[in-house]
């Protein structure tokens, strides 16, 4: 289904998001992912939304079989890059509207390898982002936060 838009003053069509089903990550009947990522390994990932102040298309990709192999990990960011895009297209009708967060092991607050695929509609949302990103990490620099485990 295309759907009309506008790009540079000019009149465009935009083509309707794929169905997360065809990359392997999926969406439920309301259009929300929560599924298994299956790998050629045999093992998986899950992508799944989860609920943060004022961003309302946060979505995170785990892997709960501990620290993935190499070839695992280039799977994993392909499906995350493959997910924000179509998500992106679905919630915001464009399909770069999206950003990837990824640390690496020594810089995990949480435990388990995870990625976060964030669509932003507004650059509002990307600044208040930032700012919880920070503000949390500050509050833990200063040890004011504890994170469990």
Request: charged content about 20%; some cysteine; overall charge positive.
């Amino acid at each position: 289904m295309d759907h009309s838009g506008e790009f540079a003053g000019r009149p465009t069509k935009v083509r309707q998001a794929p169905r997360l089903s065809e990359s392997g990550c999926g969406l439920d009947a309301k259009g929300r992912p929560n599924r298994q990522v299956m790998l050629s390994s045999g093992r998986h990932g899950t992508l799944a939304q989860i609920a943060i102040p004022l961003l309302r298309h946060y979505f995170v990709l785990t892997f709960p079989h501990g620290e993935p192999g190499d070839a695992e990990e280039t799977e994993l960011f392909h499906q995350a890059l493959h997910a924000g895009r179509a998500l992106s297209l679905i919630h915001a009708g464009k399909p770069d509207a999206f950003l990837l967060i990824h640390s690496g092991h020594a810089t995990r607050r949480v435990m388990g390898w995870h990625l976060h695929v964030v669509v932003l509609q507004h650059r509002w949302e990307k600044a208040w982002l930032y700012l919880m990103l920070g503000g949390k990490n500050v509050l833990q620099a200063l040890s004011l936060r504890r994170d469990p485990g």
